[in-house]
Each structure stands twice: as structure tokens, then as C-alpha cells.
């Protein structure tokens, strides 16, 4: 009896990681999906936003990276929803997130009132407050569980080798 539901325990804790891992990984690829839709519809608009955050950039520097972050949101979501090397994918996540982190609590440090923080583009327009960079730690978060959660080898490397393996004789 003890072993029956020593099994059931673990069968259950299982589906509940997979639960977790399914939840992030989701959230996490149409987020990024979102926020890169979101700037792509209206990029000029976008780098008016960057602009606001007084980098110090020339508007040729804005527009690489403006166009970059774009790209990569867009590139990042759709490489987490496929779940192609997905712990890499994941780790970019983190390191997108923290370089917003970073911008994001500067911006806030040195007193700026933005009306509008560009992380949806221009669409969704909302304000620079303390909340944002904790957003960002929050995508941090899910970031890593999906690297922590996901499987040492994506379903679609695990697919990949079996085709490619060698027939044993």
C-alpha cells in the first residue's frame, strides 16, 4: 500500500512540474511574441520611446536597436514555442529581461517620467513606474524555470537522433 501511493505521490508531483513547465514556456514565447509584435507594427514610434529613455545614442545607434530588440522578441518567442534547444533559448530570456531590468531601474533612477516604458511597443502605452522593472524580474523568474523545468534534450533533438541513429546489426 505504501508503495501505491508513493507512486501516485511522485506521478502526481511529475504531472504538476509538467504543468509548470507547459505554463511558463507558453506564457513566456507569446510574451515575448507579444512585445515584438507590438514594436514591429509601429518601430519609428518605438525608437520615439527608446528616445524618451536619453541614452545618449545617435538615432542611427537608436534604430540598430530598436530593430534589433524587435527581431529578437520576435525571433526569441517563436524559438520557445518551437522547443528547439530551449534551455539556450530560455537563458537568452534571462539575459533580454536583465538588460531591460537594468535600463528600466536606470531610467527610474534618474528621476525620468516616461508615458510610456515601450514594453508593448506603442500600442500598449503605460507608464515608467517601479512596477516594470519588476515585471521584468518576474519574466527573469519564468525564464529560469523554464531552463530549470525543461528536459536535458528538447523533444525535437530527442526526435532528431532517432531519426538520424545508426540501425544496430
Do not use: H
Not at 505554463?23 to 525608437?47: E, V, W
Not at 541614452?55 to 520557445?80: F, H, K, N, Q
Not at 534618474?110 to 500600442?123: A, I
Amino acid at each position: 500500500m505504501k508503495f501505491l501511493k508513493y507512486t501516485v505521490m511522485k506521478m502526481e508531483e511529475k504531472s504538476l512540474k509538467r504543468l509548470l513547465f507547459w505554463s511558463c514556456r507558453l506564457f513566456l514565447g507569446i510574451i515575448f511574441l507579444a512585445t515584438g509584435t507590438g514594436k514591429a507594427l509601429d518601430l519609428p514610434g518605438f525608437i520615439g520611446v527608446m528616445k524618451t529613455y536619453e541614452l545618449g545614442m545617435p538615432d542611427w545607434l537608436l534604430w540598430m536597436g530598436g530593430t534589433a530588440v524587435t527581431v529578437s522578441e520576435l525571433i526569441l518567442g517563436t524559438w520557445i514555442l518551437t522547443g528547439w534547444r530551449l534551455r539556450w533559448a530560455a537563458l537568452l530570456g534571462v539575459l533580454i529581461n536583465s538588460v531591460f531590468l537594468v535600463l528600466l531601474t536606470s531610467a527610474l533612477w534618474r528621476g525620468l517620467e516616461l508615458q510610456n516604458c515601450g514594453c508593448y511597443g506603442v500600442f500598449l502605452a503605460r507608464p515608467l513606474s517601479w512596477l516594470t522593472p519588476l515585471e521584468d524580474l518576474f519574466l527573469i523568474a519564468v525564464s529560469f524555470a523554464v531552463y530549470y523545468l525543461s528536459p536535458e534534450i528538447s523533444i525535437n533533438e530527442t526526435k532528431q537522433k532517432k531519426e538520424t541513429a545508426l540501425p544496430v546489426s
